[in-house]
């Protein structure tokens, strides 16, 4: 039996007090899923809340979005995503944080989903993250003290991307500046490039271009 992959989901739908909307990007989880799932991957979800979770970029003309959304047996999973108490973290080998502005708000904070990550890479597991989803390692650290992300190559959502969708003083913190701090030495390229990096079995990608990347990388990686 393999382990299975754990993907963690935002459970907050506003962008700030600016009224839009935002949730989990859409192809920020059916990218990574297809591929793993292909590969014959048992995937389960998890959020903040647990229950329904909003969702953003809700666009079925993407083949693979559509497919993910139109599969019954998933579907139903991520509407009924888990509570972090929910999950026994020995059951995984790769916990993957997926973006979706909505991430910025409830992942970094979230003592219950670090712990859990740091248990899954403590095992020997991988920790995943695409877009805004690394805002979910900010704040993991490992049982000798140190910041998960400390010292490793890293890639997220990056500040000129946050300025060009004019989100810079809507996010609570600035993600690249925040992994910086941290001490993960920040790799990126130009806005809207794939961009995906793994160092010590973390995998972190840019933006939702670098999704189905990511979802490569950690097979890759599960492969080894």
Same mark, same amino acid.
């Given at each position: @039996? %393999? %382990? %299975? ?22 192809? =920020?989880? #059916?990218? /990574? ?29 993407? /083949?693979?979005?559509? =497919?993910?959304?139109?599969?019954? =047996? ?6 009924? +995503?888990?509570?972090? #108490?929910?999950? &026994?973290?020995?059951?995984? #080998? ?9 991430? @910025? ?12 990550? +740091? %248990?899954?890479? =403590?095992? *020997? ?13 900010? &704040? ?18 990056? &500040? ?28 990126? +390229? ?17 933006? /939702?271009? #670098?999704?189905? +990347? ?8 599960? *492969?080894?």
């Amino acid at each position: @039996m %393999k %382990k %299975k992959i754990l993907f963690v989901v935002t459970s907050h739908d506003k962008k700030g007090n600016t009224g839009e909307d935002t949730g989990y990007y859409l192809g =920020e989880v #059916s990218h /990574p899923w297809e591929v793993l799932h292909k590969a014959g991957y048992e995937i389960d979800f998890v959020s903040p809340k647990g229950g329904t979770p909003p969702v953003d970029g809700f666009d079925l003309k993407d /083949p693979v979005n559509k =497919e993910f959304w139109e599969n019954k =047996e998933y579907k139903n999973k991520i509407d009924h +995503s888990l509570q972090p #108490s929910q999950v &026994n973290p020995n059951d995984y #080998s790769t916990i993957f944080y997926a973006g979706g502005h909505g991430a @910025m708000w409830d992942f970094a904070d979230n003592t219950e989903l670090a712990a859990l990550a +740091s %248990k899954i890479y =403590e095992n *020997n597991g991988i920790v995943a993250g695409v877009c805004h989803g690394p805002a979910g390692l900010v &704040n993991i650290k490992l049982s000798n003290g140190e910041y998960l992300v400390a010292g490793k190559k890293i890639n997220a959502f990056t &500040n000129e991307e946050e300025a060009e969708v004019k989100l810079t003083n809507v996010v609570p913190f600035l993600l690249e500046e925040k992994l910086k701090e941290r001490g993960a030495k920040f790799e990126k +390229s130009g806005l809207w490039q794939n961009h995906v990096v793994t160092d010590q079995r973390v995998i972190t990608g840019q933006n /939702p271009q #670098s999704a189905k +990347s990511v979802g490569e990388a950690i097979l890759k990686e599960l *492969n080894k």
